[in-house]
């Protein structure tokens, strides 16, 4: 049987600066999100939408969920499988496509982790676990666009454990 998990947030926009949303212009497009126990996040729109750029927003956050995900899968699975990971990072990209309708869509979104790890011998198989995390990845697999990765793996030398 299947199980399922909840997750709650509470977004709240704080952008009223006296008149609501009486004008386009008018209003600011700050919000915070809070999640029981875990520290508040500020958010605003992406300033091409009248955002503020020192803030996250949802397209930030979008492909930061799809990368932070996916991370956790491959790390998840090379730790199952006996893989040692010495370290991961991830240059994440993703294409929002602007339509004449005013609405939109990501195209796609790009990963491109470098990952390191310990057994030059296990080099194939961590190369293809990041397709298994791929399809054990809970937001990529509730994603409608195509999701690609770019994967490099390494393998520690003896120099860098020194």
């Known amino acids: 049987m299947a199980k399922t998990h909840e997750y709650a947030a509470r977004l709240v926009w704080t952008g009223n600066l006296g008149s609501g949303t009486a004008t386009y212009p008018g209003y600011s497009r700050e919000y915070a999100v809070s999640v029981e126990g875990k520290p508040d996040l500020r958010g605003s729109a992406d300033p091409m939408f009248r955002g503020d750029p020192e803030l996250y927003n949802p397209e930030d956050l979008f492909v930061v969920a799809i990368s932070s995900c996916h991370m956790l899968s491959y790390l998840a699975l090379c730790a199952r499988k006996g893989i040692s990971v010495t370290s991961y990072e991830d240059s994440a990209k993703g294409t929002l496509l602007l339509t004449s309708d005013g609405g939109g869509y990501f195209e796609q979104v790009t990963l491109s982790p470098q990952v390191t790890i ?32 770019m994967a490099i793996v390494k393998v520690e030398s003896m120099a860098e454990k020194a």
């Open 118 to 149: 310990a057994d030059g011998s296990r080099h194939a198989e961590a190369i293809a676990l990041h397709e298994d995390a791929h399809s054990q990845c809970y937001i990529a697999s509730s994603c409608k666009c195509p999701i690609h990765h």
